[in-house]
């Protein structure tokens, strides 16, 4: 299996209404629902199926949306229950050797977390 890289890891601690109807006009697993948290994940194409696995088997969140491209895929698991879904991204985090290190406040009542990448790996929005 290859190594994956993490370019992208936001966490939503409550979805908002108005994002939760337009992630449902395009989710193909289970629809989210406003108030349930959200963990959206892009990594390296072909190896999204390890942190859905690690996903599953962590906590009961479940899988909203799996893309598989050919330069990033992109995953996203949600649960009503905040702490679960925060286990499953600490659980992800570990295993590509990534760390949450700063928590940056966009806006009233929005949260982004900032993850650095193992070194050598890019992650990030930038890369």
């Not at 290859?2 to 395009?26: C, E, H, K, M, V």
């Not at 286990?87 to 590509?96: C, D, K, N, P, S």
């Amino acid at each position: 299996m290859g190594t994956i890289d993490l370019r992208a890891y936001f966490l939503l601690d409550s979805l908002p209404a108005q994002d939760a109807a337009f992630l449902g006009t395009i989710h193909q697993g289970f629809l989210p629902h406003a108030g349930h948290a959200s963990l959206l994940l892009e990594v390296s194409p072909f190896v999204v199926n390890r942190p859905t696995d690690i996903a599953l088997k962590t906590t009961s969140v479940k899988p909203g949306m799996q893309i598989i491209e050919r330069h990033w895929s992109m995953l996203e698991i949600q649960l009503r229950s905040p702490a679960e879904v925060r286990a499953v991204g600490a659980a992800i985090l570990a295993e590509i050797g990534a760390v949450e290190t700063t928590v940056l406040i966009l806006d009233e009542g929005t949260l982004a977390r900032q993850v650095l990448g193992a070194p050598g790996r890019r992650s990030g929005p930038w890369s």
